[in-house]
């Protein structure tokens, strides 16, 4: 065959190789993320509209109906605490098939201590989550638990403090890492500081070395199935609740959030792009006192942010950058006197011809003392029609709705005197997360990475094939250079 029809053959194979690495790069998708968020997002609006209805039916006043479904679905039983399983049943949104530890048995949490982060003493919060078979851990007893490193959960689990008085503050606080079905209810957590540098057990067979965290009150990395519901956050060193790594299936429902500066990170980075399949629910959750920004600040991704009270900001409330959807519905933006701070969304270090395109849509919010969103995006109406089908009538029932976020039974607003943390308050910045920091020393954890996977057109990795790309475009230049 002629030379020359051997060097076109041959760049015909390398384009056509490199294009479909290409394109199985750019579209990434994980696993777990759901094929249709607009259709969870109508499944939210129908069920919040049915708890509302029944409350008007009803005209129950002060009763258990509050018209928050989440609430409705298990506190209107008077014998929940005889089935407190039956929370498992109640989540709305991305995180709604989060099972924590429902089928499993009972562990009942005796000790606040934590004194050993490599055998923690049984009876322990610690020993409870390391615990490979499904627990639903309940408290003895009110307690302050005061750890002094990260408390890694295992699978399957459900952190319920329900009846008492449970707080956790202290090193690294909860990190939900590579795993998955975790509920964590009615914990207060605050105060929580970098720790590490040490041996932690996070499971029965496995010991790792741990790096430094970030001081975050929980932090979910390459995690699914997640649902944070009816706690009060503050005073950590970095986020309140962040989320990266490929973390997807996700609500975060019914909390309080105070004094703090960045409150909430949604994506690892801008280049990370695994973090499209990331899809989070936030609904009924009190934004208050002494909040700065972040709430959330979204990277990439599908955020339904729906019936939330946002009280107070110091910056902004949402903020994103790499082309998030973001879809506010029926939350009340109550604007700080700042006349500079009066913008509920911003974009971060893009400008607007990079973030004219980008999915921002608010519809049925109640903008307050001067508070505006600034839509954006192309065929919203098509997008979103799906979405908007039921009306988000319930933001005039804002305070109705959240009238218990938080701890139950807490006082509404942390008074503890402590600076914010995160550092200088800035215009956004990266997340301090720096992955998988385990040293393993031994297999146990080494399928971590493929269980996450990224599913790429290909079947490839997506670091892997970009990788692949760049090495077969410089062979072609290489080839015909010559």
């Known amino acids: 065959m002629h030379p020359q029809i051997t060097s076109i053959l041959f760049f015909f194979c390398i384009v056509t190789s490199l294009l479909s690495l290409i394109n199985a790069t750019l579209n990434i998708s994980l696993p777990y993320q759901h094929p249709n968020p607009e259709a969870v997002v109508q499944e939210v609006h129908r069920t919040i509209n049915t708890s509302i209805h029944r409350r008007q039916t009803l005209d129950l006043g002060s009763g258990c109906i509050t018209g928050n479904p989440i609430d409705d679905c298990w506190k209107c039983d008077p014998n929940w605490g005889a089935n407190r399983q039956q929370l498992a049943d109640c989540g709305i949104g991305f995180g709604r098939y989060a099972l924590g530890g429902k089928g499993g ?17 049984p009876g322990t919060l610690r020993h409870a989550v390391l615990q490979t078979e499904p627990l639903w851990i309940v ?38 890492q590579y795993v998955t079905n ?69 609500t975060i429902s019914n909390n309080y959030f105070t004094y703090h500066n960045e409150v909430m990170l949604m994506g690892h980075d801008d280049a990370y792009l695994p973090d499209k ?18 709430m959330p600040r979204c990277r990439h991704g599908y955020f339904h942010v729906v019936n939330n009270d946002f009280t107070e900001w110091k910056m902004y409330a949402i903020g994103g950058s790499a082309n ?95 600076s914010f943390g995160g550092g200088a308050i800035t215009d956004g910045g990266q997340s301090r997360n720096t992955g998988n920091n385990y040293n393993d020393n031994d297999n146990d954890n080494n399928n971590d990475d493929d269980y996450f996977g990224v599913v790429l057109g290909t079947g490839s990795r997506a670091r892997s094939s970009l990788a692949t790309a760049i090495f077969l475009l410089t062979l072609t230049f290489s080839v015909f250079a010559h």
């Open 105 to 121: 048995q009972y562990y009942v949490v005796t000790d606040s201590s934590d004194n050993d982060a490599v055998n923690p003493t």
């Open 139 to 176: 408290f003895a007893s009110s307690m302050l638990i005061k750890l002094k490193h990260e408390l890694i959960v295992n699978s399957y689990k459900t952190i319920d403090g329900r009846g008492v008085t449970v707080e956790i503050t202290g090193g690294g606080c909860i990190t939900v």
């Open 182 to 250: 975790v509920i964590i209810h009615n914990i207060r957590i605050y105060n929580c500081k970098p720790s590490g540098n040490t041996m932690i057990r996070s499971s029965p067979t496995h010991v790792g070395r741990r790096g430094m965290s970030d001081g975050d009150g929980i932090s979910i990395s390459g995690s699914r199935n997640i649902w944070i519901d009816h706690c009060s956050l503050s005073h950590c060193t970095d986020g309140l609740i962040d989320a990266i790594l490929g973390s997807t299936a996700i």
């Open 277 to 294: 399949g990331m899809q989070v629910t936030f609904a009924f959750n009190h934004y208050g006192k002494g909040l700065v920004q972040r």
């Open 324 to 418: 998030p959807t973001i879809n506010s519905q029926g939350n009340r933006y109550i604007a700080p006197p700042d006349p500079n701070a009066k913008q509920v969304t911003k974009r971060v270090e893009a400008n607007e011809k990079n973030w004219v395109g980008w999915n921002w849509r608010t519809e049925g919010d109640l903008m307050e003392n001067g508070a505006f969103f600034v839509p954006s995006g192309q065929g919203l109406d098509e997008m979103y029609a799906k979405a908007t089908s039921v009306d988000p009538k319930s933001a005039f029932l804002v305070d109705q709705l959240t009238i218990n976020a938080g701890v139950f039974g807490q006082p509404r607003d942390d008074v503890v005197s402590v």
